[in-house]
């Protein structure tokens, strides 16, 4: 819906802010980091908590934002300030489990077929065969 593509964003647009020292500076004056982390947690559309997960890692390229992230029980850490490298992941089982199936937003049966999960080939018997 366009409310959510709205929230996400948004989002975007506060990560990609948050990327940089200064940037983070200006986000952290409107607790923004708080607000995204309660929108990776709670939201009821996955693809907007999926974003906010992806928008703390953003936010992580800096020692400020993953200070901060860490505040939210996620676990966060930079390769080194050359690379941009950032990564976060929530420490909480109930934030892990949002995102398995099963969790909110990710029922364990998809319309008319069970999830599973190994992959299986698809059903070619009502495919005629040609010779080549």
Request: with cysteine.
């Amino acid at each position: 819906s366009f409310r959510h593509l709205d929230i996400k964003a948004a989002a975007w647009a506060i990560g990609h802010i948050g990327a940089s020292c200064y940037g983070f500076a200006k986000i952290s004056q409107f607790e923004f980091v708080g607000k995204i982390f309660n929108l990776s947690d709670s939201h009821e559309n996955l693809s907007v908590r999926g974003t906010c997960v992806y928008v703390l890692n953003l936010i992580c390229k800096t020692e400020s934002g993953c200070a901060a992230v860490e505040q939210f029980k996620f676990t966060a850490s930079r390769k080194d300030f050359l690379h941009h490298f950032s990564i976060c992941q929530p420490n909480s089982k109930k934030m892990n489990n949002a995102f398995s199936p099963g969790g909110p937003g990710m029922p364990e049966i998809v319309g008319n077929r069970q999830r599973s999960s190994t992959l299986q080939p698809p059903d070619t018997r009502h495919i005629p065969r040609t010779e080549v």
